[in-house]
């Protein structure tokens, strides 16, 4: 029931929550299809799905963090962050198929190929299948402990314990440090290691920067549904959601700033080691993929972004947000996909010189079609279980006004 | 409350207000009575003020654009001048328009010819410095930069009646209406 007093989730959540769950039951069982005709480019495509939703709940974790240390008005949106936060456990068992095709996606996981190679064995003390479960799963326990310890606390703020204010800013400032570290090296193990020659200092900010536009225009989906049904609508205002709207034009530009630094350093540089990575994506059909990034996900979202009208009309915010949740995922899709070839093999296992041409698998619909659905259907158990405001923030009623400060 | 005497030359009628609200309610009431001489002043910025006093959008954004855009291709022009046409220099094989390396340039000019143009534009449409303005004769306005929120109508306003704005103000429960000496 839709209860103004009490902030409770809308009602028709629990059907669009059962859709969910069917369509990643449906996207699982075309999966597990893809596993038994298609292995190899069914652990890809799972890998670039699993990506962008564990960018949405990280990205989220984040910004819970930042809005504690800031504050400001957007923190009226604090408890959809938190809910995709609480969906750190269910990404956790999403990751156990990733793990299992280690020995597709990773060529460092094969002791022969290390032992020819060089470089490989040198980076033999990081780069092995030990070691690399061992960090995997430092980062989702330190992850989870961080969502949950600011889980814990934030409801103890609802019921009125004025006194976990200001535990939840040193857990904060604590957690931006972990979640920054952690993430960076997840960058480096997950996908900068499927070509383990390539390095570059910029990858662990390019993953950052890319989770926090998945966040921001996730929640802005979420919002624009929330402040057509009771009991937003009366409560979020055009000022809130233009507070959305400029922190994801930031994003938008900090993702074009952080890419374009890496591509201009390597192609300044011109050294053997980090061309490879960029060769790739600038040939053989790839270039176009390239280049649609390059003005879909920076120049049109950017100018669209820059219109005052546009940030504060929830539903033409949404359209923006939307696509930049599509084209989050292609992005994801051209840092893994370029290293596999259209048979999906791994490029790096392959011996002598061999090269990728632009393609499409139809699991890279079905796969974010299963992490998706589940991942959203937990988002969604997770966002019904707490009010949707954060009812015990000291600064709710001031971002609750008319004129609150930002 | 000054007594309002019904001939003396004023700039206009100043009420007084506890809260933003009352100021947006009364900032509205003044429109759709027909006031167009109006302005209202608080010591917080309030977004719904904007369209209760109907106030045209300023042209700033559009001027700022204008100045990043002439600022960058001032930058790239000035580059590839510099790079390709005035002083060619063979640089590691690369060629003379090598176009990544002109992006650092191109923004810092952009970010520069924005900056300049909001900072000009600013201070050109917004009227200021202005030395004097009859609202400070108020003692009461003093308090328009801490915790009160005052609307003012002019008497330039052809629908400004000396003894009618007055008891008008009066009906919008302000803690008080003050006459704004010229």
Redesign the interface.
């Known amino acids: 029931m839709a209860d103004v007093t009490t902030y409770a989730a809308p009602a028709d959540l629990d059907r669009l929550r059962t859709r969910a769950l069917y369509a990643g039951v449906a996207g699982l069982v075309v999966c597990g299809i893809g596993l038994v005709v298609d292995r190899d480019h069914f652990f890809r495509s799972w890998l670039t799905a699993y990506l962008l939703f564990l960018g949405i709940a990280l990205g989220s974790m984040a910004f819970v963090m930042i809005n504690h240390l800031s504050g400001g008005s957007w923190g009226v949106f604090r408890r959809v962050f938190e809910a995709s936060s609480r969906t750190l456990p269910l990404l956790a068992i999403l990751f156990l198929p990733v793990v299992l095709g280690m020995g597709t996606l990773y060529s460092w996981t094969h002791e022969d190929h290390v032992q020819a190679d060089e470089v490989l064995r040198h980076k033999a003390p990081y780069l092995n299948v030990g070691f690399f479960l061992i960090r995997a799963l430092a980062y989702f326990a330190g992850w989870i402990l961080i969502a949950w310890t600011l889980t814990r606390l934030s409801k103890r703020q609802d019921e009125g314990d004025m006194s976990v204010n200001l535990t939840l800013q040193y857990v904060s400032g604590a957690g931006i440090v972990f979640y920054a570290f952690a993430a960076t090296f997840a960058a480096i193990d997950w996908i900068m290691s499927i070509n383990p020659h390539w390095y570059s200092t910029l990858f662990g900010f390019i993953f950052i920067g890319g989770q926090g536009l998945s966040a921001l225009a996730f929640t802005i989906v979420i919002s624009a549904w929330l402040v057509r049904r009771e009991p937003m609508a009366a409560l979020l205002r ?2 809130h959601f233009h507070d959305l709207g400029k922190l994801s034009l930031a994003f938008v530009m900090l993702w074009a700033y952080f890419n ?1 630094s890496q ?2 350093l390597v ?2 540089a ?1 050294i053997v080691e980090e061309i490879p990575y960029f060769i790739a994506r600038i040939s053989h059909g790839w270039q176009f993929l390239a280049l649609f990034l390059v003005i879909f996900q920076f120049a049109v979202p950017f100018l669209l972004l ?1 219109s ?1 009208d546009l940030k504060r009309t929830p539903y033409r915010l949404v359209m923006v947000a939307v696509w930049l949740l599509v084209i989050r995922y292609i992005d994801l899709f051209m840092l893994v996909a370029p290293e596999f070839d259209a048979s999906g093999a791994n490029l790096h296992l392959l011996t002598g010189e061999h090269e990728s041409g632009f393609y499409v698998h139809w699991l890279d619909l079905a796969a974010p079609l299963a992490v998706g659905g589940l991942w959203f259907w937990m988002f969604l158990t997770q966002l019904a279980q707490r009010p949707l405001l954060a009812v015990g923030d000291p600064y709710l009623r001031e971002a609750l ?3 609150g400060g930002h | 409350m000054a007594h309002v005497a019904p001939t003396a030359t004023i700039y206009g009628l100043m009420a007084e207000f506890e809260t ?2 009352g100021l ?1 309610e009364a900032a509205e009431q003044a429109r759709l009575a027909g006031y167009r001489k109006l302005d209202a002043y608080s010591p ?5 003020l904007n369209e209760a006093l109907a106030l045209r959008r300023t042209r700033l ?1 559009m001027l700022v ?1 204008a100045g990043g855009i002439l600022g960058g291709l001032a930058g790239y022009g000035l580059e590839y001048w510099s790079q390709a046409i005035a002083y060619p220099l063979n640089i ?1 094989g ?1 060629p003379l328009h ?1 176009w ?2 002109f ?2 340039v191109t923004f810092e000019t952009t970010v520069l010819g924005a900056a300049l143009s909001a900072f000009v534009g600013m201070w050109a449409l917004n009227g200021l410095p202005q030395p004097y303005h009859p609202v400070f004769n108020v003692p009461e306005f003093a308090r328009a930069s801490r915790d009160r929120f005052f609307l003012v109508i002019e008497t330039a306003d052809p629908r400004f009646d000396r003894h009618g704005t007055e008891q008008f103000l009066k009906g919008l429960h302000p803690v008080g209406v003050h006459e704004v000496a010229p």
């Not at chain 2, 917080?44 to 719904?48: F, V």
């Open positions: 055009p000022s374009f591509y201009m192609f300044a011109n820059l005052r006004q008319s004129g | 933003p609200t947006v917080i910025p309030i977004d719904e954004p654009l590691g690369r090598s990544p390396h992006i650092p």
